[in-house]
């Protein structure tokens, strides 16, 4: 594979390791832009597998092990610097963290960072800036995830305001929902949670 000063890694990838669902996308660079080549997702529930006292049970890692062994087949032969491995808050949370990030970079042969909540929405604001790069003026992105929600405020590629906060759709399913049954007492608590 030829490589090029401009382009030092003509394809690349980025793998989100989130708190409900692990994301890779695998991309080609040439002449400057970037081609899709794949992108998959898979339910994960990492965060389901966090209890009490904060450790990530063995079920939700072997879950998640289990697709970094489908996206390695993929990742596996890319040089380091071209893949990105991220890991959101689930990750953050979780006290065992460690253990799961060794198996987990055994696994795809790169490294995985576990990331802030703002640098986790400042790279969810990237990803919505270059999907619509033509918009112009002030936007605000807001992504729900597992376990995190992100509010950011930016122009053009630029993230001008980031906040992460520590509610997700599976965060408080834990939390005020667990047995699967909505109640209004139970609503109330998590409307005033969220507040």
């Known amino acids: 594979?030829?490589?090029?000063?401009?382009?030092?890694?003509?394809?690349?990838?980025?793998?989100?390791?989130?708190?409900?669902?692990?994301?890779?996308?695998?991309?080609?660079i040439s002449n400057g832009e970037v081609r899709i080549l794949e992108r998959l997702g898979?339910?994960?529930?990492?965060?389901?597998?966090?209890?009490?006292?904060?450790?990530?049970?063995e079920d939700a890692m072997e879950r998640g092990l289990d697709c970094l062994r489908r996206f390695a087949q993929l990742v596996n032969h890319l040089p380091q610097g071209a893949v990105r491995v991220v890991g959101t808050n689930a990750l953050r949370e979780a006290r065992n963290r460690a253990l799961f990030i060794r198996q987990a970079e055994a696994i795809i042969n790169h490294q995985v960072e576990v990331?802030?909540?703002?640098?986790e929405a400042?790279?969810?604001y990237l990803g919505v800036a270059h999907?619509?790069?033509?918009?112009?003026?002030?936007?605000?992105?807001?992504?729900?995830?597992?376990?995190?929600t992100e509010f950011i405020i930016g122009e053009g590629f630029d993230s001008q305001l980031r906040e992460s906060l520590q509610m997700g759709c599976v965060s408080y399913t834990q939390r005020y929902f667990r047995d699967g049954k909505i109640t209004p007492a139970r609503y109330a608590q998590a409307y005033t949670a969220a507040r």
Do not use: C, W, Y
């Open 1 to 28: 594979m030829r490589q090029s000063a401009a382009e030092p890694f003509p394809l690349i990838a980025g793998l989100d390791l989130g708190s409900n669902s692990f994301h890779m996308v695998l991309a080609r």
């Open 42 to 57: 898979e339910k994960v529930q990492l965060a389901a597998g966090i209890n009490e006292q904060r450790m990530l049970d």
């Open 115 to 119: 990331i802030s909540g703002r640098e």
């Open 122 to 124: 400042r790279l969810i």
């Open 131 to 148: 999907t619509f790069p033509s918009a112009t003026g002030k936007r605000l992105v807001v992504d729900i995830g597992g376990g995190s």
